[in-house]
């Protein structure tokens, strides 16, 4: 009896180390883990000093770590909704795996587990082979094929949505979580964008970029959500792409259509697409150079700077000729047209000026034709050309005129980024006329190398304390009703003053900027985060 009461007492002095050695413990029964209460309320029958003794020798239950309530994410964009939970949350561990629902996701689910050191299982269904520590990718449900569930519980994760993309964006979060904070949060994340399309915007016509530089982007930007890379590989400083139907206007530095071709299929891989834009009629000196019969010349014959001749038959021909071309190259949805800048339309007088565009345009549209109708005309004959390759086209806000008799088509989407031009209009004049637009508002959103004509840097706190995708126009916001016609919107950087900055320089000085344009086209209310916390985020996650 000695020594049985020796090897009880040890035994409790032993219970009572590992609890508090432990921490905070719970226990598994319902009724708080009275064991001995429930002992009590065993079948009479048995001695009174063997039930006293086989309840202290009973094995207590292995205990369960009581886990406060879990925190939401801390990401860029953040997460739009979280539910919070109790457990330990999900890291990845050494031969855990990614799994998925349908082949169509076998592509994030390679990328996943490479980028989280977990291995690749391929497709399995939902009651196949589940193992602890998964994470499994499942399509499925209705809504904006942007949006995603992601669920922490029991040690594994499941992110699903009703399309790839917000699939993709919910690995993007679990990678943002793991990265900052070693794991992700115990709980569910419903998350969607505020708006469907999220730009970056690089001119690479003035400056040329190395393939691995965008590449290197491309890949950043996926991991903030952003779905379009806009390329401007068109202008008066060079001619940036290969070209098989106009060899001679191609600048000796240039992409290959081999690497283009990479680029745009590593964006599809992150779920961006890759938009073009050859700038007509104006911003096409580097074609002209080649062409010099086509430059627009004025009544004294004088070339107009970047300008072609949009009377000549010729001009037409070419710039289809390069449209058809690359609408093979770039297979995304949209299609930046230009419109912007033409310098005939920057003089007091166009028709005066440019006697040879004021006769074209009134044998075109009559005795009342003028050269801004004749410009309308060039462009929608353009939108024309590509719109028979599906696709949706846009155009900068200064290629719109007003008073014309020839109206620019319908489906003309508008790039708003100045109110600096000739007969410049306020954003609510194309909002109440129907139309859809794009904000790349200069005030906040143009990356302008060198900072000419009064351009200067934009910075990431400016972004995220004062603008949202309602500001379009210098630093006031249009109406709420306007907000959905308006589709996101697009920082950019323009290579002005190109050897103002080295590539690497543009890449650090865009850092913050970029972060804060997502995150209030992500979600354009006021952020729960202060900008200082938001920038040692930014530098935590990397």
């Not at 002209?288 to 009377?311: C, E, F, M, W, Y």
């Not at 410009?375 to 353009?382: E, F, H, I, V």
């Not at 989407?413 to 031009?421: F, N, R």
């Not at 320089?505 to 209030?520: D, H």
Request: hydrophobic fraction near 35%.
């Amino acid at each position: 009896m000695t020594r049985r009461r020796a090897v009880i007492a040890a035994a409790f002095v032993g219970t009572v180390a590992l609890g508090t050695g432990i921490g905070v413990w719970a226990a598994t029964s319902g009724d708080g883990g009275n064991r001995a209460g429930s002992a009590a309320r065993q079948p009479s029958g048995t001695g009174t000093a063997a039930s006293s003794a086989e309840r202290a020798v009973t094995p207590t239950p292995t205990p369960t770590r009581s886990y406060p309530l879990s925190q939401a994410p801390r990401t860029i964009p953040a997460v739009r909704s979280h539910t919070a939970a109790r457990g330990p949350g999900w890291r990845p561990r050494k031969g855990e795996r990614v799994v998925v629902s349908d082949a169509a996701l076998a592509d994030e689910g390679r990328l996943t587990a490479g980028e989280l050191g977990l291995s690749y299982a391929g497709q399995k269904a939902a009651n196949e082979d589940v193992r602890a520590g998964d994470l499994r990718l499942d399509l499925g449900g209705k809504g904006d094929p942007e949006s995603y569930t992601m669920t922490v519980r029991g040690g594994s994760v499941r992110i699903s949505g009703p399309g790839d993309a917000g699939v993709f964006y919910g690995t993007r979060t679990l990678k943002q979580e793991v990265h900052g904070g070693g794991s992700a949060p115990e709980g569910v994340v419903k998350d969607q964008p505020a708006k469907p399309q999220r730009g970056f915007m690089l001119d690479i016509a003035r400056k040329p970029f190395t393939a691995a530089w965008i590449e290197s982007r491309i890949k950043e930007l996926g991991d903030l959500k952003f779905n379009q890379l806009g390329l401007h590989f068109s202008d008066d400083q060079g001619f940036r792409i290969e070209s098989d139907t106009h060899p001679e206007i191609v600048s000796r530095d240039h992409l290959t259509k081999a690497q283009v071709k990479e680029i745009v299929g590593l964006a599809a891989g992150r779920h961006i697409q890759v938009v073009p834009e050859i700038d007509s009629p104006g911003h096409l000196g580097a074609v002209l150079a080649a062409h010099p019969d086509l430059q627009l010349r004025n009544a004294r014959g004088v070339a107009t700077k970047g300008a072609i001749d949009i009377s000549q038959d010729d001009s037409a021909k070419i710039v289809d000729d390069l449209l058809d071309e690359y609408a093979d190259l770039f297979p995304g949805s949209y299609w930046n047209l230009g419109g912007d800048e033409y310098q005939a339309l920057a003089v007091a007088d166009p028709q005066a000026s440019y006697p040879q565009l004021a006769a074209d345009a009134q044998q075109a549209y009559g005795a009342s034709g003028t050269v801004a109708d004749l410009t309308t005309g060039w462009l929608n004959d353009r939108a024309d050309t590509v719109r028979a390759h599906d696709r949706t086209l846009r155009v900068w806000n200064d290629g719109f005129f007003r008073g014309t008799s020839v109206q620019p088509a319908e489906d003309l989407q508008v790039a708003y980024w100045t109110g600096k031009e000739i007969g410049a209009r306020q954003p609510a004049e194309y909002l109440s006329a129907g139309r859809k637009v794009l904000n790349y508002n200069d005030e906040f959103l143009y990356y302008v190398l060198g900072e000419p004509n009064t351009f200067v840097y934009p910075t990431g706190q400016r972004i995220y304390q004062q603008w949202t995708p309602r500001v379009l126009r210098g630093t006031s916001a249009v109406a709420t009703r306007y907000d959905p016609q308006i589709l996101g919107g697009s920082f950019a950087v323009w290579c002005d003053l190109a050897n103002s900055q080295t590539q690497d320089q543009v890449a650090a000085g865009i850092r913050m900027p970029l972060r804060a344009t997502i995150q209030k086209l992500w979600d354009p209310g006021t952020p729960a985060m202060s900008w200082t916390d938001f920038k040692t985020l930014a530098d935590k996650l990397g």
